[in-house]
């Protein structure tokens, strides 16, 4: 088993930047990708961004590429993404997710972001 715990969404101005931080506890040892999902209001989830295990390879949605950042600290555990140049397009609940060896997928409680114009 694998738990998820999301933090540093928050209020932003558009322009302006937000740090997430999802960090894993449990059975970390087995997991390979991890990944920022996000869900708006009314729309489905939509994928953001992924990390391999080793970090050194990264996927990004078109709608973020050039403005969004993903990394992660295997040591601790942790995911991070940087999103700067915020637009209120990016409001919407963050999802951390983890996918392990096995086969599994494990889901974070989510984080809010908010952009105001």
């Known amino acids: 088993q694998v738990q998820l715990v999301e933090s540093g969404g928050g209020s932003v101005q558009a322009g302006g930047s937000l740090r997430l931080s999802c960090r894993a506890s449990?059975?970390?040892?087995?997991?390979?990708?991890m990944g920022w999902y996000r869900q708006a209001p009314g729309k489905q989830r939509e994928l953001v961004a992924t990390?391999?295990?080793?970090?050194?390879?990264?996927n990004y949605a078109d709608s973020v590429k050039g403005r969004f950042t993903i990394s992660r600290d295997n040591a601790k555990n942790t995911v991070y993404l940087e999103m700067n140049s915020l637009n209120p397009e990016d409001t919407a609940v963050y999802y951390c997710?983890?996918?392990?060896?096995?086969?599994?997928?494990?889901w974070g409680q989510g984080t809010q972001v908010t952009v105001s114009s």
């Open positions: 997710n983890a996918n392990t060896r096995y086969l599994s997928l494990y």
């Open positions: 449990g059975s970390t040892d087995s997991i390979n990708v």
């Open positions: 990390i391999s295990r080793g970090g050194g390879i990264t």
